[in-house]
Nanobody, 124 residues
Framework: QVQLVESGGGLVQAGDSLRLSCAAS????????MGWFRQAPGQEREFVGI???????RYADSVKGRFTISRDSAKNTVYLQMNSLKPDDAAVYYC??????????????????WGQGTQVTVSS
């Protein structure tokens, strides 16, 4: 059974950093592409970034240069390092795993498994 468990969310001030973790189990970790999405109250879920199994990454323009995705294959964990946080970054953050996520990496339906989400709150 595939399971994704996020952790690391919390309340921070604008300008602070936070690292989210997504621990994966039940499948071959490196075989799947790992995405991060977020959803703020009253808004649609939006793409944050993706780490392909090849190791390459891509980010939404809104977080590019501030957020970084990395993987630790030994721990079956993917991380989202968030720096210079802004109030607009506040949301529930979700990790997702997809098999051969290609050009539609920004589309939630491209992913097969989702975590339960972790709340990030940024005070101004």
């Amino acid at each position: 059974q595939v399971q994704l468990v996020e952790s690391g969310g919390g309340l921070v001030q604008a300008g602070d950093s936070l690292r989210l973790s997504c621990a994966a189990s039940g499948y071959l970790f490196n075989s799947y592409d790992m995405g991060w999405f977020r959803q703020a109250p009253g808004q649609e879920r939006e793409f944050v970034g993706i780490s392909w199994g090849s190791g390459s990454t891509r980010y939404a323009d809104s977080v590019k240069g501030r957020f970084t995705i990395s993987r630790d294959s030994a721990k079956n964990t993917v991380y989202l390092q968030m720096n210079s946080l802004k109030p607009d970054d506040a949301a529930v953050y979700y990790c997702a795993a997809g098999w051969r996520v290609s050009s539609r990496y920004y589309y939630g339906a491209s992913y097969d498994y989702w975590g339960q989400g972790t709340q990030v709150t940024v005070s101004s």
